[in-house]
Nanobody, 125 residues
Framework: QVQLVESGGGLVQAGGSLRLSCAAS????????MAWFRQAPGKAREFVSV????????FYEESVKGRFTISRDNAKNTVYLQMNSLIPEDTAVYYC??????????????????WGQGTQVTVSS
């Protein structure tokens, strides 16, 4: 059974930083791309970032480019999201997700088969 467990969320002032972690178990972590999504109150869940299985390829949603960095440690079965220069608009529940069977559109939720429970990030102004 695949499990993804996020941690690292919290309350931070605008301009601050947080690092989210997502620990995976139940599948061979190094064989799958991993992603972060987020869902703000009253909004649909949206793509934030994705990293390839090896870590060599990364993509970001436009609004987080230059501020967020996705990384992974395949020896620890963990993916990270380093978030710097946080703004109130980054407030959301952040979810990690693991590559699914159809990975054609990796910006879509449908590309991912497994999800964590989410971790709340709140940025105060």
């Amino acid at each position: 059974q695949v499990q993804l467990v996020e941690s690292g969320g919290g309350l931070v002032q605008a301009g601050g930083s947080l690092r989210l972690s997502c620990a995976a178990s139940g599948r061979i972590f190094s064989e799958y791309a991993m992603a972060w999504f987020r869902q703000a109150p009253g909004k649909a869940r949206e793509f934030v970032s994705v990293i390839s299985s090896s870590g060599g390829t990364r993509f970001y949603e436009e609004s987080v480019k230059g501020r967020f960095t996705i990384s992974r440690d395949n020896a620890k079965n963990t993916v990270y999201l380093q978030m710097n220069s946080l703004i109130p608009e980054d407030t959301a529940v952040y979810y990690c997700a693991s590559e699914g069977a159809d990975f054609t559109n990796w910006r879509s939720e449908r590309a991912y088969d497994y999800w964590g429970q989410g971790t709340q990030v709140t940025v105060s102004s």
